[in-house]
């Protein structure tokens, strides 16, 4: 059996309530639900994923839900995982419990989630620290897919609309 | 009384000319050690012009002015006390230890002025400059006491004048060590590394002068170019034996040359560990220099 | 000339008089307008010359890339992404690429792979080189900075002959590279300049690295332990001054790495110089694996995939699904995870700088205690780029 | 007193002859400053050089893309600088907006916040051109016709409003008061 497998059945024997499976070599993938993802990153890092390499926000608009995916990365078995939860994408039900005292660096991928996409993370007390965004969009949440981007852009920098045009068509 | 004061404006037209191609000459060297070809040998003087004539001017106070013109007048004089071929006006005067007092006093006034701007970069290059300049006296002290004790006399230019009667001094053992301590010492009167703490560009944004703009940066440009002057003639009276206008000026190229080749190719020190370094090998050196020269 | 009391009256108009924090502190803004940070801004709270709190402070580059990236088709976005990292470029183009080639199920020729394994390789080397500069600049040995800047320009004439630019070269594209190797000049080029840096290691060893004052600035400064690394996601050469045999080119191999031979220089003191001394020995093994890879010869063949896909681009579509893809940069580990929803534009991009790591963080940590001096050069050796924080 | 304006040309040549920079580096093109400042290109031949303290400085390169968050510390920057100064933008992004053009958060025309003398235009501009760039302005100051910070002293109103669009009222001071209370904070 390949190292990937066994690690999957070792992760799932204790977290029963995870789906998982192995994406391709070196690539693992758990689906968990997100009131139980502090006790599922536990369990990861006793099984030698030390290091967490990003938490990345999706935002499914059609599902009216975010997708928030904990990267880890183990160094013993050169082993990717994805931890995959979905939680509804409304600016008051998108809250989340810290894992910032499992893996502290969460603690800026957090931050950088709060500021793009408006995800709470409670416990996290640097949540309200200004980040990368400027005052002007702090609580925009930019990076929401119905942010309207465009229309923001030309009103805050008053430029022409000569730029709308089909962007449908490009040619490289 | 009119000659005296002619004889006294054409040392300063020729210091500072002088000082200006010390420091074009040091931006050119370096540039050759970095393969470059670096700028004109007038530069510092465009620079200086330049900052002459910009059109505004912020000034923080009475003692942001006035710093600048002590720092000026101080190295002026001290450049009248030391012994320059056959023409200088007050070299009888000219104790050891008023001229090294002297040619320290600048470093002040440029503190008080930068103190008064109340930026607190220029605050960290004063605590550092200050801290420098109690660092350099120890080993400064003992230079000149060897020198002193060696020749029997606090007075620049009968040093010379013995000098030219016994061979150059770093030709006898005891004031070798002393130029050796005293040149280090210069590494941090020039400014160059890795001794130059104060300005550090990488770290504190060049710290004391952090503020100086305009008017006042090109008065400090004068004052430094002076004070390359008057640091490396002095240097080059004491240790290399003076002589004429023209050996002297080959003197001093030459002690120029260490310093800018020494400040290629070291890193900064931080200031606790130069103020460690000063108060260990150069003290030590300088020190024997003097115990050996008082046998 | 306005006097030094209207200026404060002035102030205390505005509200804007100088307030002291608590007791015998101040507060010092360290950047952007500094020196020793490119673009990027750290408060810093001071006692005397000691740093007694630290914020960083990203953001002044931030332009939104991951959501731009969303509105420009698959291709495009090579030329935006790759202006993630400015010091080696080549990073964000190939795990971009490496993605979208998973994605698509392409299997990239040899000899596309190996010109996307040498560009990796002179990108890293290029970096390194860059680092060097910056390190000495903030040292204070300006010889070696320049002297690394002057090599650099050997590879930048390189990479402009093989990609038409200098620094952005937009070259690694999904499914190979973007042209052939211009000629089997270009080649012997390469390897004269692998040569070339190699026996001019000697002079950074002497003026930089072997020297007793830098060894004296950076030892036991920013001292970091292995828990505390691998806790705080730190990774690439920080990671291994900490004494963590860790590479990607080892643990995920790409590309041609598998073939190479090569090693991992590991430090165990954590400190600023050790994670110097491992850069400078990284860029050792650079020049040997570019050594090799010049003596294995580029393989014949294509130098992208034939796909029919590819004959119309601007309704070029990639089928749905996600994949991640990461490299060695020189910075750490650099990954991209690309989301496509089977459209002709990506669902979502994002990339991972390893800076957001070792820039926030860890950086805030390490400065605690430290003296004013010692912040430029923690800074350096964390290899801080701030561009791939702010995205 | 001595007319000064009889020694003008010997002030502009002197001028054009000794450019220092702001060391700030505000964009991807920072990355071509280090190549111009060594060997291959040298601008120290011209009597540029960087400077780490506005106060000195004349020459102010744009070196790239702006975003609002870097304007404001460009215009204080600017503001330090003594007269007479200059500003180089540097890249098509301070132009147009360049490949940021729809970016929410790049600005789109620097010249409508700092006046710009010199534009370079490209992505990157090669040190090629930006040394053609610097040329360009050296022949301006010679002539005089160089006078953006004239234009910023006579037209202070329009810039400040323009500023004032962008980031709100009062923005310099709360920028100097921001972190505070997260520096005060245990």
């Known amino acids: 059996m390949a190292k990937e497998e066994v690690i999957v059945q070792k992760v799932l024997e204790k977290a029963p309530y995870a789906e998982g499976k192995v994406k391709r070599e070196r690539r693992i993938e758990f689906k968990v639900p997100a009131d139980r993802i502090r006790e599922f990153l536990m369990i990861m890092k006793e099984n030698n994923f030390e290091s967490m390499m990003q938490i990345t926000v999706v935002d499914w608009l059609k599902d009216g839900e975010f997708e928030l995916v904990y990267q880890l990365w183990s160094y013993t078995y050169a082993v990717h995982a994805f931890v995959k939860t979905r939680i509804p994408r409304d600016l008051d039900k998108a809250r989340m419990p810290t894992v910032k005292d499992i893996y502290p660096v969460a603690e800026t991928y957090e931050r950088d989630a709060h500021d793009f996409y408006g995800v709470y993370f409670e416990g996290n007390e640097k949540m309200e620290m200004p980040w990368i965004l400027d005052d002007a969009e702090q609580g925009l949440f930019p990076h929401r897919k119905d942010f309207d981007w465009l229309g923001y852009t030309k009103r805050k920098y008053k430029i022409l609309d000569r730029f709308d045009e089909d962007k449908d068509n490009y040619v490289i | 009384m009119l000659e005296i004061a002619l004889r006294a404006f054409l040392i300063l037209i020729y210091a500072t000319f002088v000082g200006f191609m010390f420091m074009g000459i040091i931006r050119i060297v370096t540039a050759r050690i970095h393969r470059r070809v670096g700028p004109p040998i007038y530069q510092p003087i465009l620079d200086t012009i330049k900052l002459l004539s910009k059109k505004s001017n912020i000034t923080h106070g009475l003692i942001y002015d006035f710093g600048i013109i002590y720092a000026l007048g101080a190295t002026i004089l001290a450049l009248m006390f030391i012994p320059l071929g056959n023409i200088s006006i007050l070299r009888a005067y000219g104790d050891l230890i008023l001229i090294t007092f002297l040619l320290e006093i600048p470093m002040l006034g440029i503190m008080f002025a930068a103190m008064s701007s109340g930026n607190p970069w220029a605050g960290l290059g004063a605590q550092r400059a200050l801290l420098t300049l109690l660092a350099i006296q120890v080993p400064l002290g003992f230079a000149i006491i060897a020198l002193a004790q060696f020749y029997g006399t606090f007075s620049t230019y009968e040093i010379v004048m013995a000098q030219q009667a016994g061979g150059w001094s770093i030709f006898h053992l005891p004031l070798f060590l002393a130029a050796i301590a005293y040149d280090i010492v210069l590494q941090a009167m020039f400014g160059k590394e890795p001794f130059d703490i104060m300005i550090a560009p990488g770290e504190i944004s060049l710290g004391p002068m952090v503020e100086f703009g305009g008017k006042h940066m090109g008065m400090l440009q004068i004052q430094h170019a002076i004070a390359l002057f008057a640091e490396t003639l002095f240097f080059a009276n004491i240790f290399l034996g003076g002589g004429s206008i023209l050996v002297l000026l080959i003197k001093q190229v030459a002690v120029l040359m260490i310093a800018i080749f020494i400040g290629a190719i070291f890193p900064r020190f931080t200031i606790d560990q130069a103020a460690k370094f000063y108060w260990k090998w150069p003290t030590i050196i300088a020190a024997l220099g003097a115990i050996l020269a008082s046998l | 000339m306005v006097s030094q009391s209207e200026l404060v009256k002035e102030a205390r108009e505005n509200g804007m008089e100088l307030l002291p924090l608590d007791k015998d502190t101040y507060e010092l803004f360290f950047g952007p307008q500094h020196m020793a940070t490119e673009n990027f801004s750290i408060i810093l709270k001071m006692d005397g010359h000691r740093v007694v709190k630290a914020i960083a402070n990203p953001g002044f580059l931030h332009r939104g890339f991951e959501k731009l990236a969303e509105f420009r088709p698959w291709y495009t976005n090579i030329a935006l992404l790759l202006r993630i990292c400015v010091p080696e470029p080549d990073v964000p183009e190939a795990i971009y690429s490496m993605a979208v080639d998973e994605l698509m199920g392409w299997e990239v020729p040899e000899r596309a792979q190996w010109i996307r394994t040498v560009v990796l390789e002179m990108a890293r080397v290029s970096s390194y080189l860059f680092w060097t500069m910056g390190l000495g600049f903030k040292l204070g040995v300006y010889t070696a900075g320049q002297w690394a800047a002057a090599y650099r320009e050997r590879l930048m004439a390189l990479f402009e002959e093989l990609t038409g630019a200098r620094v952005y070269h937009i070259y690694t594209i999904p499914g190979g590279v973007r042209r052939d190797i211009p000629s089997d000049k270009w080649l012997r080029q390469l390897k004269d300049t692998v040569e070339y840096i190699k026996d001019k290691l000697k002079d950074f060893d002497n003026v930089l690295f072997e020297n007793y004052i830098t060894h004296r600035r950076m030892e036991g400064i920013g001292v970091m332990d292995k828990k505390f690394a691998l806790d705080e996601g730190v990774t690439g050469p920080n990671l291994r001054a900490t004494g963590v045999a860790a590479d990607v080119r080892k643990l995920d191999p790409y590309l041609f790495y598998p073939e190479l031979d090569f090693e991992i220089p590991v430090l165990k003191e954590g400190d600023a110089l050790a994670r110097a001394l491992v850069r400078r020995f990284e860029l050792e093994q650079d020049l040997y694996i570019l050594e090799q890879l010049l003596e294995m010869g580029p393989p014949s063949g294509a130098y992208k995939v034939q796909d029919p896909r590819l004959k119309a681009l601007p309704r070029f579509k990639v089928p749905a699904g996600e994949a991640y893809a990461h490299v060695e940069a020189t910075m750490g580990d650099f990954g991209a995870y690309v989301v496509s929803d089977g459209g002709s534009k990506p669902y979502r991009v994002q990339i991972r700088g390893p800076s957001i790591a070792h820039g926030i963080r860890v950086l805030e940590q390490l400065l605690v205690g430290a003296r004013i001096a010692d912040v430029p050069v923690i800074l350096m050796s964390l290899g801080n780029c701030p561009p791939d924080i702010d995205r | ?186």
């Open chain 4, 1 to 186: 007193m001595v007319d000064w304006r009889l020694f003008e040309p010997l002030f502009n040549y002197a001028r054009k002859k000794s450019l220092w920079i702001v060391a700030f580096c505000t964009g991807c093109g920072g990355i071509e400053m280090p190549p111009l400042m060594t060997s291959r290109y040298d601008l120290e031949r011209f009597g540029m050089m960087p400077n780490p303290a506005p106060r000195m400085a004349d020459l102010f390169l744009i070196t790239g893309y702006v975003t609002p968050k870097t304007l404001k510390r460009i215009i204080i920057t600017y503001e330090l600088q003594p007269d007479p100064k200059y500003v180089l933008a540097h890249g098509s992004c301070p132009l147009n907006g360049g490949i940021y053009w729809d970016s929410y958060n790049a600005i789109k025309h620097l010249d409508r916040y700092i006046p710009v003398d010199v534009a370079i235009a490209g992505c990157m501009p090669r040190p090629e051109a930006v040394m053609d760039g610097i040329k360009k302005i050296m022949e301006m100051i010679e002539n005089g016709t160089a006078d953006g910070w004239k234009r910023y002293k006579e037209n202070y109103e329009w810039y400040k409003k323009n500023q004032d669009e962008l980031f709100g009222e009062g923005w310099r001071e709360k920028e100097a008061r921001r972190w505070i209370p997260w520096l005060k904070k245990k």
